[in-house]
């Protein structure tokens, strides 16, 4: 790997006719190499009475293809010791994998091959499902998910993030074979598919064989253009409860929507968010209910990114009986956190954090990788990394301020726990 | 063959009796480093269970020196990161920083070998957070069943009991009792520094005679269990609760990594459930869609998942399968399943290309675990926890060196179905008949 920072003249990147991108970064040192990407098909266009459409169908990818039954495919993939995985979000579907640099043609053929021409077995379809289902029940038993779940309900409305991309047990249910094949048949397709890579292979080599594979995948028929509906933030508080029966702990989730990811503010926040409930143990909030309090082992805040709607949370595990006083405490950090401005120590030290770490989090292939998609995703420049440092030295204290009164509105905070009945 | 070339290693003794392990590696300007206590839940005594991972907790609240926020923001404010796990056989600490940083750790592991404060205001508020940590596993009936099965897969070893303590024990451990076993097991004779990385390993060596020099060692007397080799035959595990989704355990036991059998186990292994990986960061994974069990069971419509953990201990463990199973699905149906496959395995020697795959697949995951700097720090002490560091540099060539005779006699010898303990999990609210 070099030692300098990855920038436009290290990343190659490479445009194709059928309107996929390819961004390759070498580690020459490395005998393996990993891949990470995204593509269009997303969960947000399931149709209410069918939700988890998307996420079944990218399920169904991966147990066979027209030429491959589920166990010669496999068979491919792990005798070499590789692995391929794909995935459904709300806005789109990516994929990643990892294989020995020798293997990376036939990977990304397997990859085009699955893409391309799923089998979609009335066998399979029974397996996956019955698999989907169980996963739902499982989710149903697990406090945090609950409460994930319960505070997107409650934070999106009628926004299709509402819901779980995988669905409910109802709807799943709905599904049928057909859908399956004509949800790929109208959102599959090259156009728009990122793929980012980091490895023992030469970015140029790589190019060669990303051209012979899903760079020469031709489109078929025009894909469908939804566009993601409008969001409309909650005008008023909602505190929810899930009650779980058997549990020795409940999980909660306070938050709020998150500026978005491509502005200033998200900049701003991200800085505030490392104060709030980040650094070191984890932040003023790991301080309260943690090392304080010794309330929880597990609190954390998260600002979410993407290029839809996101939220920025504060989430904790506890003793079903200290559930409100860990609220209340979260409640009196979000207090100070939008009435005073943060010290210059600890904004100090969250940007030398910032800065320290820029170098750490490349440390491996899928830390490059990743970095590559963040790249594409947002359509920074190549040289993003090099331009991170004056964006984070740039933020103040009055900023991180001002911003956390505009999206910590204390008067509409969406609370949602799950656990022992309250 | 090996690929995981050991030149650059450096190994050297300190007169109070701490090892050093140094690798310099200079792909990134990153360092990473390791220290190793040859002490965990392994050595603890009944009642006095959890004492190793609380100290390891305590290890962070501050030293006479350092407070706990200084520690905090020695890591943090340069952009590293740290933290620290305790297993049964050892309690390890890290720091993964940037190289021009790396001093400043190892004057941290200097210090708190010796000067942790373990204030008994946080040792109260360490208790709760440690409960708190525990009730989030109880949250989940997989760690119910997997404690259950545990303490039923040893007789009076350690290995029987959950790393994090029993709540009772939790509930009586005493400031003393943790301050007395941070100073009788936190001795340089009983730790390994491991540093990998963009460093000049001259320097660091005369760092740490520095800085780790002057501590005096004393006697450490670690209690050693005696292994135990068999399981009570026919042992089952029963319990049931709120849900859907029923879940079936089966646990053999395991040789030591340091058995001869451990590297046709790990074939065995592969081959029945899929091969783990014995790396800890970054280090990807192998689906094993292909392994006899997923095959028979998942791709037959029986359970939905299934995956197998074999670790590397110092005694006698065990390996253990996990399947989760459908609402109207039979756990005594799945268990006759995985009887199947295990029949099989016991029946004939693998073929060639079965046992090839299997160590393309080991070298795959080596590759994946070495392409950041710190799985190497983190590789270099924990080979050393329970055999050495010829145990990683070799554990190819040896895989290699497995014959399908091995295999089968070693399929024989530990998956015997009198010598297992089964686990089920039973969900009230399932549909079917289970």
Redesign the interface.
């Known amino acids: 790997m070099n030692s300098a920072m990855p920038d436009s003249s290290s990343i190659l990147r490479a445009e194709f006719n059928n309107n996929s991108t390819l961004l390759a970064y070498p580690n020459l040192t490395s005998p393996a190499v990993y891949f990470s990407g995204f593509m269009r098909p997303g969960a947000f266009t399931d149709p209410v009475e069918k939700r988890g459409l998307a996420s079944f169908t990218t399920d169904m990818l991966m147990t066979g293809t027209k030429n491959l039954t589920f166990q010669k495919l496999h068979d491919k993939i792990e005798s070499i010791g590789a692995s391929l995985s794909i995935g459904t979000g709300h806005l789109s579907s990516t994929f990643f994998g990892q294989c020995l640099s020798e293997d990376l043609e036939t990977i990304w053929n397997l990859l085009l091959e699955v893409l391309t021409q799923p089998s979609f077995t009335e066998k399979q379809f029974k397996r996956v499902r019955n698999q989907i289902l169980t996963s739902i029940a499982v989710q149903n038993q697990d406090t945090a998910e609950m409460a994930s779940q319960e505070f997107n309900r409650a934070l999106y409305g009628a926004h299709p993030y509402a819901n779980p991309s995988i669905g409910s047990a109802q709807s799943v249910a709905a599904i049928q074979l057909e859908d399956l094949r004509a949800f790929h048949k109208d959102n599959y397709g090259p156009d728009g598919l990122v793929m980012a890579f980091c490895g023992g292979i030469d970015p140029e080599k790589a190019r060669q064989i990303f051209s012979r594979t899903l760079g020469n995948w031709q489109p078929g028929q025009k894909l469908s253009q939804a566009e993601l509906p409008a969001f409309v933030p909650p005008t008023q508080a909602v505190r929810s409860h899930v009650a779980l029966e058997d549990k020795a702990q409940s999980d909660v989730v306070i938050g709020v929507p998150a500026p978005k990811t491509l502005s200033r503010d998200f900049q701003v926040c991200s800085i505030g968010n490392t104060i709030l409930g980040r650094y070191g143990m984890m932040g003023r909030i790991g301080k309260a209910l943690r090392e304080k309090n010794g309330l929880a082992y597990e609190v954390a805040s998260y600002l979410g990114a993407g290029l839809g709607p996101t939220t920025w949370t504060i989430e904790a595990g506890v003793n079903p009986d200290n559930l409100e006083k860990a609220i209340d405490l979260l409640r009196e950090e979000l207090r100070k956190f939008i009435n005073e401005p943060v010290t210059q120590n600890e904004l100090e030290d969250v940007k030398a954090q910032a800065l320290g770490r820029l170098p750490l989090s490349l440390e491996s292939n899928a830390g490059i990788a990743s970095m590559l998609v963040s790249i594409e995703r947002y359509h920074y420049s190549l040289d993003h990394l090099k331009e991170l440092p004056a964006i984070i030295e740039s933020v103040s204290a009055d900023e991180i301020l001002d911003a956390a009164q505009r999206y910590w509105d204390l008067d509409k905070l969406i609370i949602a726990s799950a656990g022992r009945a309250v | 063959m090996s ?1 995981i070339p050991n030149q650059n290693l450096i190994q050297y003794q300190l007169q109070n009796g701490l090892r050093l392990m140094l690798k310099e590696i ?5 360092t990473s480093t390791w220290i190793w206590y040859g002490i965990g839940s392994r050595n603890e005594q009944p009642g006095k269970t959890g004492l190793s991972h609380w100290v390891e907790h305590m290890q ?1 609240k501050g030293t006479r020196k350092y407070s ?2 200084d520690i ?2 020695l ?7 740290a933290n620290a796990f305790t297993s049964p056989d050892w309690t390890t600490y890290f720091e ?3 190289s021009d940083h790396l001093r400043s750790t190892l004057e941290l592991e200097a210090d708190r070998m010796v000067n942790s404060r373990f204030d008994p205001d946080e040792v ?13 596993s ?4 997989e760690f119910r069943l997997d404690e259950a099965v545990q303490q039923r897969a040893f007789q009076a070893h350690p290995y029987r009991n959950e790393v994090l303590g029993s709540k009772d024990d939790l509930r009586a451990t005493t400031r003393d009792d943790l301050y007395q076993h941070y100073r009788r097991y936190y001795q340089p004779s009983n730790a390994i520094l491991c540093v990998a990385g ?1 460093f000049s390993a001259d320097q660091v060596r005369d760092d740490v005679e520095e800085l780790f020099g002057g501590i005096p060692s004393m006697p450490v007397t670690t209690t050693i269990p005696i292994q135990e080799d068999s399981l009570n035959p026919g042992d089952l595990v029963e319990m049931e ?5 029923h879940y079936l355990e089966v646990a053999w036991r395991c040789p030591a990594a340091s058995d001869p059998d451990f590297f046709a186990y790990s074939i065995l292994e592969s081959v029945l459930s ?1 091969p783990s990986s014995l790396n800890m960061f ?1 280090s ?7 392994s006899w069990l997923y ?1 028979a069971l ?2 037959e ?1 029986q359970a ?2 299934v995956f197998g953990d074999l670790s590397a201990n110092i005694d006698p463990g065990v390996y253990k399968v996990f399947t ?4 109207d699905g039979d756990p005594a149906a799945v268990l006759g399943i995985v009887d199947e496959q295990v029949a099989r395995l016991k029946s004939r020697e693998l073929s060639v290309t079965e046992l090839e ?1 299997a160590i ?6 080596f ?2 675990g ?5 799985n190497h720090g983190f590789w270099m002490g924990y080979a050393n926890s329970f055999s050495d560091y010829e145990w990683f540099t070799n554990y190819l060539p040896r895989l290699s060196a497995v014959t399908p005779s091995q295999v089968l006699s070693t399929a024989r010898k530990y998956l015997r179905e009198d010598q297992r303990v089964v686990g089920i999990y039973r969900a009230r609210n399932s549909r079917g008949a289970a």
């Open positions: 690929t200079h792909t990134a300007p990153v962070f706990g926020e905090d923001n890591v943090s404010r340069v952009g590293g990161y993964t920083m940037p109260e508020t360490e208790r709760t957070v440690i409960l708190s940590e525990r009730e989030g109880e949250n989940y009936p963009d609760g709120p849900g859907e989704a899929g970054g990807g994974s192998i689906g094993n869609r292909t095959q998942v791709e419509g939905v998942s989760t199973i459908q609402p795959r393309k697949q080991a070298r795959a995951l590759a994946y070495c392409d950041n700097i710190t």
